[in-house]
């Protein structure tokens, strides 16, 4: 793919997709991850005498303009971290104030325009809202990874009208992700949570043929529990997904891939804070009880194999870390990993909406090798699914 190394921009005006889908409380922005990771784009677009225009979605407005839904409050935001203007354009796209926005700007000058997602035609990548998309400058930057299984007007349509290069926010995701899967330090651990295997089959699939080893916690850990036939009590478990699970540990052991599941657990009568709590092997899990966490022993099973590894790729909580104790498994192991990662020996990649919240909370994020800013994105990266934005650029 092309990045900004590829293009001169002197003089131009860029057109940079970005993702500031970002969460937006009472007029004002309660986490800026997002806002952080596009600023150096933003900076050399600037330093080297480009006019900015910045395109990007909110939520999910359904093609048409919401006012709850507006950039508005992000380009204030923007402007804080950027510590220079932006000007916010209000649109709906069909207005053609977009275009007349940028009549008597000049190079350096910033220019957020509305949610994309006000007009139908971003969504269906209608070619003539890629191509108004496309008017309102020379080059397209594409720097939001994040938004790249989404095959839009302003991800996918507009890439195929101006010259289309990876924004450095975009390059290192794909950097990063590159030295995870496709050109690793081998082995390579797997380590995946979170609560179905329904919503990772896909994902489990492609990686028991990629990867040496994958660990497996979180909610879904109990369906391949129960699969393998220990008890799970009253866990939330998919008992339609028994076979599958059982399928996905043959594909495993054809593939050469080892499976770790949970040993132990953390259990309780019901999921509440504070809740009284007992830590049980696998075999011992009583008819009434609700697994909520990974044990210690599996947490030193997991620490154990991070040791003979040289790459992690980490997606899922490996317990209800919303409540309180159940976050303790997947804060000692991101604790381990992070140590290791500190060390050199050990590459370690996270990325999905949940495990970023999880990392943040266990304080790590900083000490893991990358830290994706992608929820969905990184989902499909992960199952192998090329990315509808990311192919563009290839183009
Ligand atoms: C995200 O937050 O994961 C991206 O911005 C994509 O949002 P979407 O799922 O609404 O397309």
Redesign the pocket.
């Known amino acids: 793919f092309r990045t900004l190394d590829d293009i001169d921009v002197a003089g131009k005006t860029a057109v940079v997709r970005v993702?500031l889908?970002v969460p937006v409380e009472n007029g004002a922005v309660t986490d800026v991850t997002r806002i952080k990771r596009i600023v150096p784009t933003l900076r050399e677009l600037i330093d080297k005498g480009a006019k900015v225009v910045l395109l990007s979605?909110l939520?999910?407005p359904k093609g048409m303009a919401a006012p709850d839904l507006s950039l508005e409050p992000v380009a204030s935001a923007l402007s804080a971290i950027l510590a220079r203007p932006v000007r916010f354009v209000a649109t709906d796209w069909r207005d053609g104030r977009a275009s007349a926005a940028l009549e008597g700007t000049a190079p350096g000058d910033v220019l957020l325009m509305e949610n994309t997602r006000f007009h139908p035609g971003e969504e269906t990548n209608d070619p003539e809202l890629a191509a108004q998309f496309a008017s309102l400058g020379d080059v397209y930057v594409n720097d939001a990874f994040?938004?790249a299984h989404?095959a839009h007007a302003s991800t996918e349509g507009i890439a195929h009208i101006l010259p289309a290069v990876a924004g450095r926010a975009m390059q290192a995701e794909l950097e990063a992700l590159g030295l995870v899967l496709q050109d690793p330090d081998r082995p390579v651990f797997a380590l995946i949570g979170g609560a179905k295997v329904s919503t990772k089959l896909d994902l489990l699939v492609n990686l028991v043929a990629k990867v040496q080893v994958i660990g497996i916690g979180g909610a879904m850990a109990n369906t391949f529990l129960a699969a393998q036939g220990h008890p799970i009590g009253k866990s939330l478990v998919e008992s339609e997904m028994l076979g599958t699970a059982r399928q996905v540990i043959q594909r495993a052991k054809a593939a050469g891939c080892a499976v770790l599941l949970p040993v132990d657990a953390v259990v309780a009568d019901e999921l509440s804070a504070g809740v009284e709590t007992r830590t049980v092997s696998v075999d011992q899990v009583g008819a009434n009880d609700l697994i909520l966490d990974i044990g210690p022993a599996t947490v030193a099973l997991f620490e154990d194999k991070l040791q003979e590894v040289r790459t992690l790729v980490w997606n899922g909580p490996l317990g209800v870390f919303e409540v309180s104790p159940f976050d303790q498994g997947t804060i000692a192991v991101a604790r381990a990993v992070a140590d290791l990662a500190e060390t050199g020996r050990l590459r370690a990649v996270a990325g999905g909406?949940d495990t970023t919240a999880a990392l943040n909370q266990a304080g790590v994020t900083e000490r893991f090798s990358y830290v994706s800013a992608?929820?969905?994105?990184f989902l499909e990266w992960l199952e192998g699914r090329p990315l509808p934005g990311v192919e563009a650029l290839k183009a």
Request: no cysteine; charged share 25%.
């Open positions: 993702d889908n979605h939520g999910r994040s938004a989404r909406g992608a929820g969905g994105a």
